[in-house]
Structures are given as structure tokens and as C-alpha cells.
């Protein structure tokens, strides 16, 4: 939420806006979450005001309430009207000396709002309300709550991707100010109510204090931050883990405005299904906007990415940035060699690809894509980037071409990610998205993406939430029959007068999107009035091994009001705007034109029926003043609220304001090329790089520095990043070259009987694209032996002589090294590398019972090996 280092420029002087306190308060209830906003402005200039400010938002959240209080003695509540409309009547209302408060939406994830005529010494409370779903995080009973706090400069230009829904608008796109200055402090509340006992409260974000069993009940916890600060210089990050949450749930909302009822049915599926032969291509984001830790998290993940990949597999490797480029023309078999070049090149990139031209490098991507099997891409980006939509409608088209035969997960990294767009590619391309932090880790995430890709998705899905299956009768019944849910405008024009426009029910996603075990699964449904639900919700599908089916028992509690009707009805929205709604994918439409003007109808009938801000709709609300004061009739001067500077952000460096640099700067897009937004918002930091200076360089070494220290146990920064970089190898060749600089420290021996991501990592390092793991000198070095001498004469007089069994015992005490080591914290990341070791170790040694006894000794040996004496 951009609420936070404020100031302005009037008349060429510069003056704070008069910010005077900020609260938000946020409540989760399960997997939803309710936000309210309160901002207090005070005009203490001695003329009339008019400020604007924008703030990002979740891009699946429904902005559903917007109110100003003006001097704590009257309430303005903001309605829903037509975009145009609304902002015209902000203009008049201006004009005519009347306060006027305005929220329009510039893009899916980020909103302006206008406050007109703020009077001389009149304070106002800006309260905004939205309403939003909870994604999964890495583990399946934990749910992730993001409150947005920055605007990250996006590449491209938002005029150049506008749409006719920005026409009539007040939106200033592209001017987005920075400051560093602010004069308050942030109240953040966050209030837990679960529907069983919570059992982790964290944040990797933020110090949080936490107090649990609020009211002596398990299932409440409240949540503040620990430090009193003015700013958030990233986003906010809350993971809860509740008992159960993961369980089949279906719950029912009565709204009495609307009279309907609306059905929730959410889970996390926990089936099993094969493997299939696939074509990976990952797509790595190498623009000026990953400079840093994002680009160092990119490199991780796809390291470990490759490391996982099974060998009957196709992959490539596409970098873009103002150019595209790929590791091989066309993908290739999973080999030794073109592991250890994709390795090579995973281990050396960095953000020096200029722009963020995402959209030419996914058009070669699916053009150059195999067609003799499945695709699947990874994007990998903070996703800073304009034209979401056109890069949408490009994995559409590509999508329905290859029907099911294309997918696309997306990874978004970094403190300032643009979720829009990570969401929107991977809602298209039939994935789904994640999120790591520069301080998260992301391993257990990207496995966890690599395993879906590599399992055919489960299709043909259908929900019974009726009696009488209402969707399925839609085939059938004439149109003039169906005068039921109608969310169109009454005035349809003859040339949509032959879509089908009326249902009975109406589910969302119209289409059911993939399911994948361990993600979060969301459908809604409104209901007729009069129409009631199923007792028992039932979800069937059909999978590679045959049918599925799921009940759902209906919670017995039906609760009352909106949340989960606005919930659906902004995914409704959603549907329309990615043209997979009903109007687009129903039988009776099929073949058929859906105009433009149909889906804004639509759109506008939504968001005035739920109250719901979106492309096509705004919030508008009047202070009418009958006695102003004279100073009410001059001309109000337009101030643009500046979003705060991030303490550590990628963008915008921190010592703005030093060494006689302005404490304020306006930021513009260049369509050509955002490695030169990059560096004019960079110029401080990397003037003092280059000169040696002390306050960018000093607290980046202190920052590498604590991180040696957690993960090597106390080594120092240079060594840490000495074993980091020499350890990379690939199926036993020699590791990379290292610096000269960096290859004249002293080497420390560090224990890798640790059980950490460095000794993880290093040791993956060892194993073949085969599976096996080769007794070479890496291999000998990491166990600080000289040989297996000893075991594989024990070997030969209990069990008899074994083909290769060097390699049969450097992998089988590789396998019991994870096991023993490693997969108490880290056995969702090493799972798949131990699979493959698996299956190289049955193709060597076939014999069940000899290879579980040679399993036995390997187990011993490591047991033993940890237990020496060093």
C-alpha cells in the first residue's frame, strides 16, 4: 500500500503533504482476508488542495469500499458508477467548489485516488476496503497474506497498453514520484481467526509480535509490528499455518441485497499421479530490474531446477531482457553435456540484458517448441512490465493451439514483484504462480513446481453444486427459458441479441483450471434466488489413471452478507477480461463474436451490483458545500502524493537525498530500453561503487557477511563465498574457474555433516544427469576419504562380487547421505535428485535383496562417517 513518504512540490518549493497518520487493519478468516486502509490528510497550506496518490493492491483482490470523513463530523461514502461517468462528475463537483473523492483503477494491481478542494486547516480520512483470497505457500496448510507496499517502474509505457476502459479517466499513468521523508508512524493490525488451532504465525518480511489464544481460544491471534516505523520499504509478508486448512471445504454465503446465494468451494489436493515425458523450457528474466539478489535467486532456481530434471526429458533455456536469446536452437535431450553447459550458464548470468521485453522472448518460445510432446515454461521475473495484457493474449492463443499440451508456471522473485503479471501468465497458461522474497528461500517452491509440470494434468472436470445441473442443461434449453442471472446491461443491442446471456448458476472459473497436488484449489458458484445448493458438492475429473471423484459436504452454517459474493464476482470480472468467461466458453456461444461493448456491460453491471471498483468502474463521493468559504472558490492546486523510497529496493537507492541530490525525483518510462530508468534511480548507489565509496558497498559486505555466517557456522565472507562458488560442478567434472581474487584466499575445511542449503547445493553438485553419483575425486573430497576400499571388500565376501561397484556404492551412500543428512529440513528440495539415484541404483544392482543389503552398508558407513572424530 503506498502510504507512506509523502511530499510535493508547489510552486517549485518543496512541501510535505500533510500525512497525518496511517492505519491499517487487516482480518483473515481461513483462506480470505479483509483489508481497510485509513489515511488522514491534513491541508495546512493556506489555499485549497487537490491530492493524488496511488497505492498497488493484490491483483485478484475486489476493492469494495471507499468513504472519506471530513472533520470528524460528516461521512462521505464513496458509489459505484461508470468509470467515465464518475470521473466527470469529480471534475464538475471540483469546479463548483465541492469536495470530491475519487478512486479509479489504473491496472489490475494498482489504483489511484483523487481528493478535491482539501480546504485550508480541513482534515480528511480516506478509508479504502477490499476483500481478497489467500494464496498456499510452500507447505499445503499454510496460507500466505501480502499487503503490497510499493509501485515498482514498470518498463514499457502504460499509454502505449491503455485501453479504451482509461478513456474519461483522471489517471496520471507513468508519473510515479519517490521520497524518502515521512513524519508518521504506520499502525498495522493484523487479526487472525482461523476455523482450527494456528499453529505457526511468521513473517520473512518483517519483525512481527504476536499474541496468541486471544480470549483463551487457539483458533485467534493478533499480529502488529514489532518496530515503530514510517514505512514499509517492501512488501509485508505474513505466513500462517492452522490445522486442517488444507481440508475439502464448501461453504455458503446468503446475500439479502441480491437475494442469491454463492457457494466457496475450496481445497489442496493431495493425489498421486506418473510422470509423463516433457519439453522444460525455462524463461529467465536477465533485465536492469534483477540486478542483485533477484537475478542471484533466478540463478539458484534454475540450478536446481536443472539438477532435478529427469534424463528422458527435452529442455532449454531462454534469457530476455531488450533481447532474447536461447542456450540451444532448439531444445535438447537431458544429457551430460547439455547439462553441464546449461549449468555453466546458470552459474555466470546476470541483469545485463537491458529491458524487460518479456512478451518477444515467450512469442519464440512457444514458436520454437517441440511438437511431438508436452510443453511446459517456467518464467522467471519480478514481472515490471506494462503490457500484461498482450502478453496474456499471447499465451491464449499459443494455449488453445497446443490445447493441453502447453503449460506455463510462473516464479516471481524479489521484494518488489509486479503480481499482476506473474498471476495473470500462469492463470492463462493453465499453471500457477509462487513467490520468494529476496529473503525467502525458494527451493521447496520450485521443486514443488517441477513436479506438477511433469505430471499430465487432470482434465474434464465437473461440479454438482445443484439437484438439477443447471450448467449441463445450458446445452439444451432455449434462451427465452433462462431469464435468471443476468448481469448485462438492459439495454442489449440487436447485434448481441443471439448470445446466450441468462444462467440459472453461474460458476467461476466458468472453466475449471488444472489441478495440482499441494495448491490451492478456489471455485465459486452463485445461485439463482430460490435455487439452493447440494448438500454434498461434487467435483469429478478424469486423469491418466482413470476417473476421479471428491465429496464435499456443504458447511451446515450458512453465513450472511458479501465477502464471498464479491470474491466471485471479481473473478467473474476476471474471466471476462481474459475471455474464458461465460459469455466466451459457453456451448450456446460457440463460434459466436462477443463484442467488446458485451464484456464491458457486463463488467459495469458487476461492479455497480457487488460495489466493486474495476477497469470499467469507480468509486465516486461528493461533499456538497452550500456556504464554502471564499478561499473554497480558488482554483485547487494539483499535488501528486510520492511514494516512499525502499530501504533495500532494486529501483530506487536509499541515499536519495545525499550529496546534494533532490529528496524528491519523478520517474519516467523509456520505451526502448529500462536499463536507463534503472540507472537514473541507481545514479547514487553505483557512483559510490565505482569510486569506492563506503555506504552502499560497506552495508551490501556487512549483509554477505551475516549470511556466511548462518550458513557455514561463523566462517568468513570470502571463505563462505569461496566454497559457495567452488563447489559447483556437474557429474563430476571440475568446478568452475574461480576469480583470481577470490582464488588467493586461504581454503577452510567446512562440515558437511551440516545439514544446510550450501552443503545441499554443493553436494547435488556431484551427481550425474543419470542419477548416479561417481566415485571421483569431488566425490572422495566431500567425504574426506580416499577410497571405499574397506567397504567394497566387506561388500564382496558378505554379499559376492557386483558390477560397477565403485558406482553402485557411491550412490548408495550418496541416497543415504540425503536421507540421513538432509531430508529432515531439506527433503521436499533433494527429493527428485534422490529419485533419480534411485532408478540408476535398481538399473545397476536389479536384485532386490542384494541391493537393500548393499543400502544397509551404505547406511551403516554414513552413520559411522558422522560419528568420527575430525
Not at 432455449?478 to 448458476?505: A, C, G, L, R, Y
Not at 562380487?801 to 529432515?824: A, N, Q
Request: hydrophobic share 35%; with cysteine.
Amino acid at each position: 500500500m503506498q502510504i507512506y513518504g509523502l511530499c510535493c512540490v508547489i510552486e517549485n518549493k518543496e512541501t510535505p503533504i500533510p500525512l497525518q497518520n496511517v492505519v491499517v487493519e487487516a482480518n483473515i478468516v481461513d483462506m480470505i482476508t479483509e483489508v481497510t486502509i485509513c489515511q488522514t490528510y491534513k491541508n495546512i497550506e493556506k489555499d485549497p488542495i487537490e491530492a493524488r496518490y496511488k497505492f498497488p493492491i493484490h491483483e485478484a483482490a475486489a476493492v469494495c469500499g471507499f468513504e472519506a470523513d471530513i472533520d470528524g463530523q460528516r461521512k462521505v461514502k464513496g458509489i459505484v458508477k461508470e468509470a467515465k461517468k464518475a470521473a466527470k462528475e469529480y471534475t464538475e463537483a471540483i469546479e463548483k467548489g465541492h469536495g470530491a473523492y475519487l478512486l479509479e483503477s489504473e491496472s489490475a494491481d494498482v489504483f489511484q485516488c483523487s481528493i478535491g478542494n482539501i480546504t485550508s486547516g480541513q482534515t480528511i480520512v480516506v478509508k479504502i476496503t477490499y476483500v481478497s483470497e489467500l494464496k498456499h505457500d510452500s507447505e499445503t496448510e499454510k496460507i500466505r497474506f501480502v499487503l503490497p507496499t510499493y509501485i515498482a517502474p514498470r518498463y514499457g509505457s502504460s499509454t502505449s497498453t491503455s485501453s479504451s476502459a482509461d478513456d474519461g479517466k483522471i489517471l496520471e499513468p507513468d508519473a510515479v514520484l519517490y521520497s524518502e521523508e515521512a513524519n508518521f508512524y504506520l499502525d498495522l493490525t493484523v487479526t487472525c481467526r482461523m476455523t482450527s488451532i494456528i499453529q505457526i504465525i511468521e513473517s520473512p518480511s518483517h519483525k512481527i509480535s504476536t499474541e496468541m489464544n486471544i480470549d483463551e481460544n487457539p483458533k485467534i491471534s493478533k499480529i502488529t509490528l514489532v518496530d515503530q516505523i514510517t514505512y514499509l520499504e517492501k512488501d509485508f509478508i505474513l505466513v500462517v499455518k492452522s490445522k486442517d486448512l488444507d481440508q475439502p471445504r464448501a461453504f455458503l454465503e446468503y446475500n439479502p441485497e441480491t437475494q442469491t446465494n454463492c457457494v466457496m468451494l475450496t481445497l489442496v489436493p493431495k493425489f498421486s499421479l506418473n510422470t509423463t515425458v516433457t519439453e522444460l523450457i525455462f524463461v529467465v528474466d536477465r533485465s536492469g530490474s534483477m540486478s542483485g539478489e533477484p537475478m542471484k535467486k533466478a540463478a539458484e532456481a534454475l540450478e536446481l531446477l536443472l539438477r532435478s530434471i529427469s534424463e528422458d526429458c527435452y529442455f532449454n533455456v531462454v534469457s530476455f531482457g531488450s533481447h532474447h536469446d536461447s542456450l540451444f536452437p532448439k531444445s535438447q535431450l537431458y544429457s551430460e553435456e547439455s547439462l553441464s553447459e546449461a549449468i555453466n550458464l546458470a552459474q555466470t548470468m546476470s541483469a545485463n540484458y537491458g529491458g524487460t521485453e518479456v512478451y518477444n522472448a515467450l512469442k519464440w518460445t512457444f514458436e520454437n517448441s517441440r511438437n511431438d510432446m508436452p510443453t511446459t515454461v517456467f518464467l522467471i521475473t519480478d514481472g515490471e512490465v506494462w503490457n500484461v495484457n498482450q502478453i496474456v493474449e499471447l499465451i491464449r492463443i499459443n494455449e488453445e493451439k497446443k490445447s493441453s499440451d502447453l503449460r506455463l508456471f510462473s516464479l516471481g522473485i524479489g521484494d518488489a514483484v509486479s503480481h499482476h503479471l506473474v498471476e495473470s501468465v500462469a492463470r492463462t497458461g493453465k499453471g500457477y504462480a509462487q513467490f520468494v522474497t529476496n529473503s525467502e528461500r525458494m527451493d521447496k517452491k520450485v521443486i514443488g513446481m517441477l513436479k506438477n509440470a511433469l505430471k499430465p494434468p487432470i482434465k474434464d472436470y465437473e461440479i454438482t453444486w445443484t439437484d438439477n445441473n443447471f450448467l449441463e442443461s445450458t446445452k439444451d434449453e432455449e434462451p427465452d427459458m433462462m431469464q435468471d442471472i443476468n448481469f448485462t446491461s438492459d439495454n442489449v443491442s440487436s447485434s448481441t441479441s443471439d448470445i446466450f446471456i441468462d444462467f440459472k448458476v453461474q460458476q467461476v472459473p466458468y472453466f475449471i483450471p488444472p489441478i495440482y497436488p499441494g495448491v490451492r484449489f478456489i471455485v465459486y458458484c452463485i445461485l439463482k434466488k430460490n435455487i439452493e445448493p447440494c448438500k454434498v458438492i461434487s467435483l469429478k475429473a478424469t486423469s491418466q489413471d482413470g476417473p476421479m471423484k471428491l465429496d464435499i459436504p456443504l458447511d451446515p452454517v450458512t453465513l450472511q452478507g458479501s465477502i464471498i459474493h464479491r470474491l466471485a464476482a471479481r473473478k467473474l470480472i476476471q474471466d471476462l477480461d481474459d475471455k474464458i468467461s461465460f459469455l466466451h466458453k459457453n456451448p450456446k456461444n460457440v463460434g459466436k463474436n462477443i463484442p467488446d461493448s458485451l464484456v464491458k456491460d457486463n463488467i459495469i453491471k458487476l461492479g455497480k451490483t457487488f460495489n466493486l471498483a474495476s477497469k470499467y468502474t469507480s468509486f465516486i463521493g461528493i461533499d456538497e458545500r452550500t456556504s464554502e468559504p471564499n478561499e473554497v472558490l480558488i482554483k485547487p492546486k494539483q499535488i501528486n502524493v510520492p511514494q516512499s523510497v525502499p530501504a533495500s529496493g532494486s529501483h530506487v537507492g536509499k541515499q536519495l537525498g545525499v550529496g546534494g541530490a533532490k529528496r524528491h525525483r519523478q520517474i519516467l518510462r523509456d520505451d526502448d530500453d529500462d536499463s536507463t530508468l534503472r540507472r537514473s534511480t541507481r545514479i547514487k548507489r553505483t557512483a559510490r561503487k565505482a569510486t569506492g565509496g563506503t555506504t552502499t558497498t560497506a552495508r551490501r559486505s556487512t549483509r554477505v557477511k551475516q549470511t556466511a555466517r548462518k550458513s557455514t557456522g561463523g566462517t568468513t565472507t570470502t571463505v563462505g563465498r569461496i566454497r559457495y562458488t567452488a563447489r559447483k560442478s556437474t557429474g563430476g567434472k571440475a568446478p568452475t574457474k574461480l576469480p583470481d581474487s577470490l582464488a588467493s584466499q586461504p581454503e577452510i575445511k567446512i562440515n558437511h555433516k551440516e545439514s544446510n542449503i550450501k552443503n545441499l547445493f554443493e553436494f547435488l553438485g556431484l551427481q550425474s544427469f543419470n542419477g548416479k553419483f561417481l566415485p571421483n575425486e569431488s566425490f572422495y573430497n566431500f567425504f574426506y576419504k580416499n577410497d571405499l576400499n574397506d567397504l567394497k571388500q566387506e561388500i564382496k565376501e558378505e554379499i559376492g562380487e557386483i558390477k560397477e561397484i565403485e558406482e553402485v556404492l557411491s550412490t548408495c551412500i550418496s541416497m543415504k547421505y540425503l536421507e540421513i543428512i538432509m531430508f529432515e529440513n531439506f527433503k521436499d528440495e533433494c527429493e527428485m535428485c534422490y529419485e533419480k539415484a534411485e532408478k540408476a541404483l535398481k538399473k545397476m544392482v536389479e536384485n532386490d535383496e542384494k541391493r537393500n543389503a548393499i543400502s544397509e552398508k551404505a547406511k551403516e558407513w554414513i552413520h559411522n562417517w558422522v560419528n568420527e572424530q575430525e
